[in-house]
């Protein structure tokens, strides 16, 4: 069984700085995208950033303030969030695309969420 674990969220203050984590464990054969997504109180989720081998995709209202990084060796993925502000509020999830190895498809995978509140 496949597992996606974050960690890392919490309350700042605007212009602060917060650090998550996720952590994929099980049967994991191999993993192709990683990413993190958010989802306001009212709002559909959106990807805030993902990254794929060597290569990053960032949401406009991030970009410059984020960054996603991703250690292949220990199945984890980071999201290093500066200079955060009010509307950056929501829960992160931690998603992937992963081949157990039970399969040769890959599925989708999601975190169980983590909260980032952002408030003075």
């Known amino acids: 069984q496949v597992r996606l674990v974050e960690s890392g969220g919490g309350l700042v203050q605007p212009g602060g700085s917060l650090r998550l984590s996720c952590a994929a464990s099980?049967?994991?054969?191999?993993?192709?995208?990683m990413g993190w997504y958010r989802q306001a109180p009212g709002k559909e989720r959106e990807l805030v950033a993902t990254?794929?081998?060597?290569?990053?995709n960032y949401a406009d209202s991030v970009k410059g303030r984020f960054t996603i990084s991703r250690d292949n060796a220990e199945n984890t993925v980071a999201l290093q969030m500066n200079s955060l502000k009010p509307e950056d509020t929501a829960v992160y999830y931690c998603?992937?695309?992963?081949?157990?190895?039970?399969?040769?498809?890959?599925?989708?995978?999601w975190g169980q969420g983590t909260q980032v509140t952002v408030s003075s």
């Open positions: 998603h992937a695309k992963i081949r157990p190895f039970s399969s040769t498809y890959l599925y989708q995978y």
């Open positions: 099980g049967s994991i054969a191999s993993i192709n995208d």
């Open positions: 990254v794929a081998s060597s290569s990053t």
